[in-house]
């Protein structure tokens, strides 16, 4: 069986974008023709990255599209965030948020059929419709806690989050590449296990060590050309 080694380095970035109105005004035949030229861009990268759309439109008031992607290359990641804002229906986008991290996997051998893109674990992001994200700051007092304490507080987060079998949590650090300290993307099949098990983490002893996790983003996945049409 052939096996290769797992990249250490997978670059997740989420980027909030909102129309502009004048998109909206423009005649039929442009509009059809600029969301096809932007369908067509996406759908040309989508072998080589990790990507998911998510409508946020009507949800907040700053934002209509969440696009997520992921590499293990981020001048290759860099580019394509870059082309989003020259192609067709994207020259209308206003970028509104940005977060860019990290997700820390072990080294190890793992056969290639069980990854994709060649470095991402198969099963292991996009999975579910829901989406709760928000970046985290932890306060100073954290890390002056003794390594006992504070893996007690996130072994006591663990628990709550196992108890929901169809929610999935994942991790992103971002030391030394955006403002926060880490992105929380909280994944859930079904929108009132996401609202449980959000509740309950906050009631946890390990909240009183943050400093900051806002702007929180709802998010629910779609095709991008549903959203598109959708908002324009």
């Not at 502009?20 to 059809?32: G, W």
């Not at 409508?55 to 394509?80: C, H, K, P, V, Y």
């Not at 470095?119 to 007092?141: D, N, Q, R, T």
Request: charged share 30%; net charge negative; aromatic share 12%.
């Amino acid at each position: 069986m052939e096996k290769i080694k797992k990249q250490n380095n997978i670059y997740s970035n989420f980027m909030f974008v909102k129309l502009d109105p004048a998109f909206r005004r423009l005649i039929s035949n442009e509009k059809i023709a600029a969301k096809q030229e932007f369908e067509n861009m996406v759908a040309a990268c989508q072998e080589k990255l990790f990507l998911r759309t998510y409508m946020i439109t009507g949800l907040r008031a700053d934002s209509d599209i969440l696009f997520w992607r992921m590499s293990d290359d981020l001048e290759f990641l860099q580019e394509n965030c870059a082309r989003t804002f020259a192609t067709g229906a994207g020259k209308y986008f206003l970028n509104i948020h940005s977060f860019l991290g990290v997700h820390q996997s072990p080294e190890q051998s793992t056969p290639k059929k069980d990854l994709e893109f060649g470095f991402l674990p198969i099963e292991s992001f996009g999975l579910y419709k829901f989406m709760l994200i928000h970046p985290v700051v932890k306060s100073h007092v954290w890390y002056e806690l003794s390594e006992e304490e504070r893996n007690t507080m996130l072994a006591e987060r663990n628990c709550v989050v196992a108890r929901y079998r169809e929610i999935r949590e994942n991790f992103f650090t971002s030391y030394g590449l955006d403002e926060q300290e880490m992105i929380v993307a909280r994944e859930a099949r079904h929108l009132d296990e996401l609202i449980n098990v959000t509740r309950e983490l906050r009631e946890l002893r390990i909240k009183n060590y943050t400093a900051s996790d806002k702007p929180v983003f709802l998010c629910v996945g779609r095709d991008l050309r549903e959203i598109l049409d959708a908002i324009s």
